[in-house]
């Protein structure tokens, strides 16, 4: 209605000016989509660059960010089911509450990478062992202290606890279900997973950075055919006496033979 009644303004002759002092909040409804759109996203952004900052591995920053996404989109499902509108005051909720809902997956996510088990499964079930329960009593003491907004006659206050409910609720679900099952799925997201191919290396591979075997250690084992021949023949002439010489080109070649001189 504000819209057609300005379109008609604008098609006068005379310049007319159309006011009410409804208007101004009438005005919030033809934008209010787009903002919040835009404000959700760049305070998603803004999540992003500061995990990856702290958690070091990317692709668990952008499950954090997806986190993040999905309770946002939770949230406003659920706000149609539970009679809140989107208006200004739900937006300006929305983007606080977005503070919330990264604490639950940022700190499981942080716990998994700096793990050092080389088992994901593990690390998972290390992570909610030692964050599991600080996790649900911040979202019970949170929901707690405002679930006293829920008897407020005031239309700001009400919308305010049922935002702050909504985005508890999701977010210690996201950090204490789908997160860790995220992360087990996919195992690029630790630290320890470089480290235990350098351990199995460093245990194949002498320290000395030497990837053959010496001439002495190669000598024991390895024997040319002729040397076994000649190792059979001492055994048949016990008096024999054994000269070994070794190949100086490669070292892992030894010849046995008798002496001559032994009858």
Known sequence: MVNKLRDTAN?????????????????QYAVIIINTVQN?????GAM???????????????????AIASVIVGVAGFMAYWDV???????????????FSVDFSAHISYAFVSNRNPNANERAVDALHMLGYPIIQGAVSTIIGVVVLAAADSYIFRTFFKIMFLV??????????????????????????????KSIKSQITPDNGDNTLSSLSMNRYVLSPESHANHAYNLEIPNAQKHIKANNISGLKQKAYADPDCP
């Open 168 to 197: 508890i609720l999701f977010g210690a679900l996201h950090g204490l279900v789908f997160i860790p099952v995220f992360l087990t799925f996919f195992r690029s997201c630790s630290k320890s997973e470089g480290n235990e191919k």
């Open 85 to 99: 509108n989107l208006d200004s005051i739900s937006m300006i909720n929305l983007v606080i509450c977005i503070g």
């Open 48 to 66: 992003l660059v500061i995990s990856l900052l702290l958690i070091p591995n990317p692709l668990c920053c952008l499950w954090v960010t997806f």
């Open 11 to 27: 098609k006068c002759s005379v310049t007319l000016l159309v006011y009410h002092p409804a208007f101004i909040y009438f005005d």
């Open 40 to 44: 959700v996203l760049i305070a998603a």
